[in-house]
């Protein structure tokens, strides 16, 4: 199948900073997703993407669908505590989506 | 708007018997997902249906996980005899089968097998 690489696969950032982490892939995809996962919880949708070079925002997140159609990003702006968890991106094509192994994140007060 | 609903949240179970997980997907939502969490992992897809018809079930262990979506609408995924590596997260999704797709999770079923 086709597979996504997400980096970095763990941060451990400072209240108040921002974020970074993408996934990448060698296969193009149509749609990416971006959802974030509270330990004992389902992932939760943030951002969907549907062109290439869509940028969009959800309060402090942002995130862009590449260029090429094989990669995307997610930035985290001014980290909170409550931000901690794990960030999987997703790739849709063919009927089919694809994740990635996630990014966890903590964030130390 | 409702999401994706299941049950149970938590399942423990010895080894060799049997297991029953029900979800009941978005309104309207034809295709529905289960796909299974390992720790550390990303989801990885059971079996898709597209209203009460399989798409995919080439990663489902048939010979003891089935499922069926009789009515295109709510859905059970069976486990019989457990084995110990399926202790995972179970989690159910559906999405509208449209355009611009979106995946909406289930908060999952979390399933130890002892």
């Known amino acids: 199948g086709q597979q996504l690489n997400q980096s970095p696969q763990s941060m451990f950032i400072q209240e108040g900073e921002d974020v970074s982490m993408n996934c990448t892939s060698s296969s193009i995809f149509n749609t990416w997703l971006w959802y974030k996962q509270d330990p004992g919880e389902g992932p939760v949708l943030l951002i969907a993407?549907?062109?290439?070079?869509e940028l969009t925002s959800n309060g402090r997140l942002t995130a862009q669908f590449g260029i090429t159609r094989k990669d995307s990003f997610l930035n985290i702006s001014a980290s909170i505590p409550s931000d901690v968890g794990i960030y999987f991106c997703?790739?849709?094509?063919?009927?089919?989506?694809?994740f990635g192994s996630g990014t966890k994140l903590n964030v130390k007060p | 708007e409702a999401g994706v609903a299941q049950s149970p949240r938590y399942k423990i179970i010895e080894k060799r018997q049997s297991v029953a997980f029900w979800c009941n997907p978005i309104?309207?939502?034809?295709?529905l997902y289960w796909y299974q969490q390992i720790l550390g992992q990303g989801p990885k897809l059971l079996i898709q249906f597209q209203n009460n018809g399989v798409v995919d079930d080439s990663q489902l262990p048939k010979d003891r996980f089935s499922a069926e979506r009789l009515k295109g609408v709510d859905s059970t995924l069976k486990i019989q005899p457990a084995k110990l590596e399926d202790s995972a997260v179970y989690l159910c999704?559906?999405?509208?089968?449209?355009?611009?797709?979106?995946?909406?999770f289930g908060s999952g079923t979390q399933l130890s097998v002892l």
């Open positions: 997703a790739g849709f094509n063919f009927n089919k989506f694809y």
């Open positions: 993407l549907y062109k290439a070079g």
């Open positions: 309104s309207g939502h034809a295709t």
């Open positions: 999704a559906s999405s509208h089968g449209q355009l611009n797709e979106k995946l909406f």
